[in-house]
């Protein structure tokens, strides 16, 4: 069992930045991924990172301004957002995948058997 501890969720406003964390243990055994929910809608992908050499995916909707990173000695990902939009409101998940999971599927939620518990993220116009 895997246990994702996320941490940084609030209320911006539009154009603001906030940065989420996740701890788990021995993160470079896992790829860890970012997805989010939104009220009424599916949980969708946003960002992933590999735990072997540090690559990364983002979500066309948030390339160019969210960015996910990696401390591997804190055992912590990071995901900064900036330039936040009220589209962007949504709770933010936290989700982990063994290493060898491959690139092409990192979309996939399916794939994460690993949760966090999620953090809020509203996003005021």
């Known amino acids: 069992q895997v246990q994702l501890v996320e941490v940084g969720g609030g209320l911006v406003q539009a154009g603001d930045s906030l940065r989420l964390s996740c701890a788990a243990a021995s993160i470079s055994s896992y790829v860890m991924g970012w997805f989010r929910q939104a009220p009424g809608k599916e949980r969708e992908f946003v960002a992933a990172i590999s735990g072997s050499d540090g690559t990364t995916m983002h979500a066309d909707s948030v390339k160019g301004r969210f960015t996910l990173s990696r401390d591997n000695a804190k055992d912590t990902v990071y995901l900064q957002m900036n330039s936040l939009q009220p589209e962007d409101t949504a709770v933010y998940y936290c989700?982990?995948?063994?290493?060898?999971?491959?690139?092409?599927?990192?979309?996939?939620?399916?794939?994460?058997?690993?949760w966090g518990q999620g953090t809020q993220v509203t996003v005021s116009s």
């Open positions: 989700a982990a995948a063994g290493r060898t999971l491959f690139y092409g599927l990192w979309r996939q939620r399916a794939r994460y058997p690993w």
